[in-house]
C-alpha cells in the first residue's frame, strides 16, 4: 500500500508567480491534513479538509493561500504570488477518520528566489 | 483551541544514558495524545499512541504514558542510541496540533 505522495519534492518559484503542491493521501484515506515547517521549527497547522470540503482553515493565511481535495484526484495546496516568506517545507498527512492516526508525506520544499 | 506544550530542545545525550522529553497538553475534552519522529529531510513518522487516560503507548523502546491528573504525555526511553537522533514531536488529535518539536541528538 503506498503511502501519502508528495510531488513536487522541491520547487523552485520567483516571487509573484503561483506555486501548486499536490498530496495524494494512502488510499482509503479521506482525511487530508497540511502543515508549513520552517528552518529549525515546529509543524503549523494550515488545514484540514476532506473530500470536496474545507474542515478547518484556521492556520490558513487569509490572501494567497487555497486548499482543495477534489472528489477525484489529489490536494491541492495553492499559494499564489508567492514572496520569499513562503519559502518553506509543506507537508501534507492523512488519515482514514476522523480518529486515527495520521500518515505524512515526505515533504515539498519550496524555495523562493 | 487545544495544544500542546513540548521540551526546548536541543538535547545532547550520550549512547545508553536516559532520555525524557517533556510534553504537556490543554484539551476540553479528552484527545488522544501522539508522538511523532522526524528523520532528516523526511516527513514525520508515527512512534506511539494513546488513546485514554493511563495508557501507555509503547514501541522501538519507546514509552509514553497519558497521565490526565498532570496533563502530560512525557517521552521516556532507557537507553538511546545514536540512531535515535532526531526531531520528536507531541501531538493531539482531534485538532492533530503539534507541538515545536525537540532535537535530540545522541552521541557515541
Known amino acids: 500500500n503506498a503511502g501519502v505522495m508528495q510531488n513536487p519534492r522541491h520547487l523552485v518559484r520567483r516571487r509573484g508567480q503561483e506555486a501548486r503542491l499536490r498530496c495524494s493521501p494512502m488510499?482509503?484515506?479521506?482525511?487530508v491534513y497540511w502543515y508549513r515547517q520552517l528552518p529549525e521549527e515546529g509543524l503549523k497547522f494550515m488545514v484540514y479538509l476532506q473530500k470536496e470540503n474545507i474542515i478547518d482553515e484556521s492556520g490558513m493565511p487569509k490572501e494567497r493561500f487555497s486548499a482543495e481535495f477534489p472528489k477525484e484526484g489529489p490536494s491541492i495546496l495553492r499559494i499564489q504570488q508567492v514572496v520569499r516568506g513562503d519559502s518553506a517545507a509543506y507537508f501534507c498527512?492523512?488519515?482514514?477518520?476522523?480518529?486515527?492516526?495520521?500518515?505524512f508525506g515526505n515533504g515539498t520544499r519550496l524555495t523562493v528566489t | 483551541g487545544d495544544s500542546v506544550t513540548q521540551m526546548e530542545g536541543p538535547v545532547t545525550l550520550s549512547e545508553e544514558a536516559f532520555l525524557t522529553i517533556n510534553c504537556t497538553y490543554t484539551?476540553?475534552?479528552?484527545?488522544?495524545l501522539f508522538w511523532y519522529v522526524q528523520y532528516p529531510g523526511e516527513g514525520l513518522q508515527l512512534l506511539l499512541k494513546a488513546t485514554k487516560a493511563d495508557d501507555k503507548g509503547s514501541n522501538k523502546g519507546f514509552e509514553a504514558t497519558y497521565r490526565k491528573e498532570t496533563t502530560s504525555f512525557h517521552l521516556e526511553k532507557g537507553s538511546v542510541q545514536v540512531s535515535d537522533s532526531a526531531v520528536y514531536f507531541c501531538?493531539?488529535?482531534?485538532?492533530?496540533?503539534f507541538g515545536a518539536g525537540t532535537r535530540l541528538t545522541v552521541k557515541p
Open positions: 488510499k482509503g484515506h479521506s482525511h
Open positions: 484539551a476540553t475534552g479528552y484527545p488522544s
Open positions: 501531538a493531539l488529535k482531534p485538532d492533530m496540533r
Open positions: 498527512a492523512s488519515s482514514p477518520d476522523y480518529e486515527g492516526s495520521l500518515h
